[in-house]
């Protein structure tokens, strides 16, 4: 089901049929390093971890992952969207790209996409970002979407400390 189009790309929800893009997207290296590793390293596995997050998600919370595809070919690219995380009070914007897809403009292209959707379709007032502090990439993305550093949060998991992106404060100024 396609949720959102750009001038590029679809985004659609997952299903269990997209568990070989999703295996291979949880195990590339770059994804580990930045986001973690997820423990998925079957098919049969993929296809759980798409049902407990994406489609759970789309059920519960009316938005999820999504993945994105290239519109001139239908390639995966990667996902991009809304995850419900229960240690935070917002909405968390999400993006991993296999890396033959990195420094193209699909992440930005797809996840201002994902905020505008978040605001006008979702009917959410606030979206906020975590993101590993060296992962220099992504932090340069969410500031070009208007997330600013607010602090170091850990993770209840993990223990892991990640960098809390919210949306910037605009200044009012008087006459």
């Known amino acids: 089901m396609r949720i959102l ?4 790309l679809h985004l659609r929800r997952l299903t269990p049929d997209d568990a070989p893009f999703m295996l291979g997207l949880l195990n590339e290296p770059a994804f580990i ?4 590793d997820r423990g998925v390293r079957t098919l049969e596995a993929a296809r759980e971890y798409i049902a407990r997050g994406a489609v759970a998600s ?3 919370n009316g938005y999820g992952l999504y993945m994105v595809e290239l519109k001139r070919n239908g390639a995966p690219a990667g996902i991009c969207g809304l995850v419900k995380r229960p240690f935070l009070a917002d909405a968390d914007l ?3 790209f296999l890396p ?3 420094s193209q403009g699909y992440a930005h292209e797809s996840a201002a996409a994902v905020m505008r959707f978040a605001r006008e379709q979702a009917g959410l007032a606030r979206v906020v970002a975590i993101v590993s502090p060296d992962n220099v990439p992504s932090i340069r993305l969410l500031r070009k979407l ?7 949060i850990a993770l209840p998991d993990s223990g892991e400390e990640c960098a809390l992106f919210v949306p910037r404060q605009v200044q009012e100024h008087g006459c």
Not at 5 to 8: A, D, F, G, I, N
Not at 33 to 36: A, C, L, S, V, Y
Request: glycine share 16%.
């Open 100 to 102: 033959a897809y990195w």
């Open 33 to 36: 390093e930045n986001i973690g």
């Open 94 to 96: 999400g993006f991993a």
């Open 58 to 60: 789309y059920g519960q």
């Open 5 to 8: 189009e750009t001038e590029r």
């Open 146 to 152: 208007g997330l600013e550093y607010d602090r170091m």
